[in-house]
């Protein structure tokens, strides 16, 4: 096991849901495994689980998973500034969502 990824909270009403991901081990980095864990993921939310939109939220700073999101076709939707602190500093989080036809 290198990481982990769900889909969480879905939403009969609105067919919404959120996405959590993380490659925990460092060995297994820039080798396109987060990439293809999301667009799996995303294609058995929307095929199986009969989703309308998945969305999440990421570090502003996190430009390595922001690529991976946009890679799979995830907009920049908002972002709530100070959401989140680590170590005493507070960073902006940027919310990002996924329709079911902006799936690449
Ligand atoms: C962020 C994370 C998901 C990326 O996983 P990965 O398997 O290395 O990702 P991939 O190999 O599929 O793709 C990485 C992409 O980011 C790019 N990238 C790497 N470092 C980058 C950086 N500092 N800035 C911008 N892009 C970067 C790579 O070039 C690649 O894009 P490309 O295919 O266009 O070249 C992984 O490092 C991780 O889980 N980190 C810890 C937890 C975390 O941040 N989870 C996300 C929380 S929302």
Known sequence: MIGSVRVRD???ETGAAELDLRIGDKEYWGRGYATD??????????????????RLTVV??????????????????????EAFRRNGTWHDMVIMGLLEGDLR
């Open 37 to 54: 864990t999301v667009r799996v993921i995303c294609r058995y939310g929307f095929a199986e689980m009969r989703l309308h939109r998945i």
């Open 10 to 12: 879905a939403e009969p």
């Open 60 to 81: 502003a700073e996190n430009t390595a998973a922001i690529r991976v999101y946009e890679k799979a076709g995830f907009i920049v939707e908002g972002r709530e500034r």
